[in-house]
């Protein structure tokens, strides 16, 4: 138990350097952009994104933390993240490489909106085409199985 106590410590530093990152760009959007940039849909995209994610971000921190103290919480954390049933549904699902790929896309295309438009609509609608391809997959085998 100590080495998944670990791996969520790991989580919550990682989800907390995200929430930096996401604040660290809505704060440039809010204040740096110029206003011609401000009234694009790219830079409302941008601020919509960064505002939202860090929400559910911090309530999983939260509750990753409040595992992390609690052994009991912690041991119904592992059992639900552990549950064969839906490991083989996730694995069939391309969970959690779609999801990541997905995030890194998104990223990638608010970065890569500041020098062109194009290539964020690009990898924006990849990234919500591989969510939502993933998601069909998903319901279907939990259907199925």
Same mark, same amino acid.
């Given at each position: %138990?100590?080495?998944?106590?670990?791996?969520?410590?790991?989580r *919550?530093a990682? =989800? &907390?350097? *995200?929430v930096?990152?996401l $604040?660290?760009? +809505?704060?440039?959007n809010? =204040?740096l952009?110029?206003?011609?940039?401000?009234? @694009? /849909? $790219?830079?409302? =995209?941008?601020?919509? !994104?960064?505002?939202?994610? #860090?929400?559910? +971000?911090?309530f /999983?921190?939260?509750?990753?933390s409040?595992? $992390?103290?609690?052994?009991?919480?912690?041991?119904?954390?592992?059992?639900?993240?552990?549950?064969?049933? %839906?490991?083989?549904?996730? &694995?069939?699902?391309?969970? #959690?490489? $779609? *999801?990541?790929?997905?995030?890194? /896309?998104? !990223?990638?295309? %608010?970065?890569?909106?500041? !020098?062109?438009? @194009?290539?964020?609509? @690009?990898?924006? /609608?990849?990234?919500?085409?591989?969510? +939502?391809?993933?998601?069909v997959?998903? =319901?279907?085998?939990?259907?199925? %199985?």
């Amino acid at each position: %138990m100590e080495a998944y106590k670990k791996q969520i410590t790991l989580r *919550i530093a990682l =989800f &907390s350097l *995200i929430v930096a990152l996401l $604040v660290g760009i +809505l704060l440039y959007n809010v =204040f740096l952009a110029s206003a011609a940039w401000k009234d @694009t /849909l $790219v830079s409302s =995209f941008q601020c919509g !994104f960064s505002s939202a994610a #860090p929400i559910g +971000l911090v309530f /999983l921190i939260a509750k990753y933390s409040k595992a $992390v103290n609690d052994e009991e919480k912690l041991r119904l954390l592992y059992n639900q993240e552990h549950d064969e049933r %839906m490991n083989a549904i996730r &694995s069939k699902a391309g969970v #959690p490489m $779609v *999801i990541v790929l997905s995030l890194l /896309l998104v !990223f990638a295309g %608010m970065i890569a909106a500041y !020098f062109n438009e @194009t290539i964020f609509y @690009t990898l924006e /609608l990849a990234a919500l085409g591989q969510l +939502l391809i993933s998601a069909v997959v998903k =319901f279907y085998y939990k259907a199925k %199985m």
